[in-house]
Nanobody, 122 residues
């Protein structure tokens, strides 16, 4: 079992930055690829970013490319999502997830955090 806890969400203005954290615990938690997803009210959960085991490879959704950066600190078993130049359309609950491969499909992830709310005002 892997437990994931997100933090760092909040209410910001358009153009501001936020950094989300996802702390992982449990056996072999450092052996998983990590993904970030988000879900806005009335919309399906969508892929945001993923990072491979060890942090060697990252993938981003087109909507966040150039503005968001995913990184990890293996010593702390923590994954980060640095979000810059935030837009109102980035408003959503953000979830981190752990899976065997760094893919963009939510169904392929085995473990999920509880989510953290990000609200961007215009």
């Amino acid at each position: 079992q892997v437990q994931l806890v997100e933090s760092g969400g909040g209410l910001v203005q358009a153009g501001d930055s936020l950094r989300l954290s996802c702390a992982a615990s449990g056996r072999t938690s450092s052996s998983y690829a990590m993904g970030w997803f988000r879900q806005a009210p009335g919309k399906e959960r969508e892929f945001v970013a993923t990072i491979s085991v060890g942090g060697g490879g990252t993938t981003y959704a087109d909507s966040v490319k150039g503005r968001f950066t995913v990184s990890n600190d293996n010593a702390k078993n923590t994954v980060y999502l640095q979000m810059n130049s935030l837009k109102p359309e980035d408003t959503a609950v953000y979830y981190c997830a752990a899976g065997k491969v760094p893919v963009t499909t939510a169904l392929m992830y085995d473990y999920w955090g509880q989510g953290t709310q990000v609200t961007v005002s215009s």
